[in-house]
């Protein structure tokens, strides 16, 4: 992409857990220019981050939108998965420029309407219709887990879904839940879908083998990669458990026009996760099987969502 950009343009930014990646669009388009990422870590504050990017720049800036990976309904913004946290208000001042923030995952789901068919796997045969209406809903795991809904008129419903609990669906969930409470008061979604969740299902995997084992997320990948079987196992529960929330929140919202699995875990672990898995596990749903078989479900392969979508919201505003 261009680093170099004469006319004005805004400053969008999808601000995750362990990255921050910022682009550029000009105003009334969509194409990203001047992409770059950030590690979170290398700035005490979240403004140190802007302003590094806004010195790479050479056009005027004529506003800020924000993908953050958390709550955004007050002027304090406070992110759970990293050490920043700042006020929308402060921000502006110290910019002088108006900034909007939008949950990160209602960028995700904004994404969806640009993305070529390239930019997606399908996971079985449904497809969403074509003609508009229905309920589509984005789902992914990264630093935490996100998950948003967009209703048939475009409105987004940001949501915390990824800490709702996790509910076992097999008797050996129940036996890695059990190990997961040694660890955790109280265990949601997030805790085992997630870069954290893989190494949690690695630690009780190994636990109920009666090992005292840890491995981070990339590791593990690795791992199953190379056929190591406590890694594979924990691939294949990660495989089963997203499978089985993924089909818990279509029938939860109604997302019958589409289910979107995004975050920054699922494109490293493309040769390893279990698609067939995903999708058993997305049906299995008792008396509902019929209709989450039809419900069209895919896994996002596209670099940057988070920054397509905060074009999307620029371009709606």
Request: aromatic share 6%.
């Amino acid at each position: 992409m261009n680093s170099s950009i004469e006319t004005s343009c805004h400053i969008v930014a999808d601000i995750g857990g362990t990255n921050a990646r910022f682009a550029c669009v000009h105003v009334g388009q969509q194409d990203l220019h001047a992409i770059e990422k950030f590690p979170c870590a290398d700035f005490p504050l979240f403004i140190d981050a802007v302003q590094a990017y806004m010195r790479s720049l050479t056009a005027p800036v004529d506003g800020v939108c924000l993908a953050v990976a958390g709550p955004v309904e007050q002027d304090w913004i406070d992110l759970p998965n990293n050490h920043w946290a700042f006020s929308r208000r402060e921000l502006e001042q110290e910019l002088s420029l108006p900034v909007t923030v939008i949950n990160d995952f209602s960028a995700q789901v904004l994404s969806i309407a640009a993305l070529a068919d390239k930019e997606l796997q399908w996971i079985g045969e449904p497809r969403p219709p074509r003609e508009p209406g229905g309920i589509t809903a984005v789902l992914g795991p990264g630093t935490g887990l996100g998950v948003a809904a967009m209703m048939p008129g475009g409105d987004i419903v940001p949501s915390e879904g990824g800490h709702v609990g996790f509910a076992p669906t097999s008797a050996h969930q129940s036996q890695l839940l059990e190990q997961l409470w040694l660890r955790y008061e109280r265990v949601s979604v997030e805790r085992v879908l997630s870069g954290m969740g893989l190494a949690n299902l690695y630690w009780a995997n190994a636990r109920l083998l009666g090992q005292e084992r840890e491995l981070p997320a990339p590791g593990v990948t690795a791992g199953a990669r190379a056929g190591d079987d406590l890694c594979r196992q924990a691939v294949t529960d990660f495989s089963e458990i997203l499978g089985a929330v993924a089909g818990d929140f279509a029938l939860a919202l109604g997302a019958y026009r589409g289910v979107y699995l995004s975050g920054g875990i699922l494109p490293q672990m493309l040769d390893v996760i279990d698609v067939a898995a995903i999708r058993k596990s997305f049906e299995n749903k008792g008396r509902f099987q019929p209709v989450c078989a039809q419900v069209p479900l895919a896994i996002v392969l596209a670099e940057h969502p988070g920054l397509v979508g905060c074009a999307q919201a620029l371009l709606r505003s």
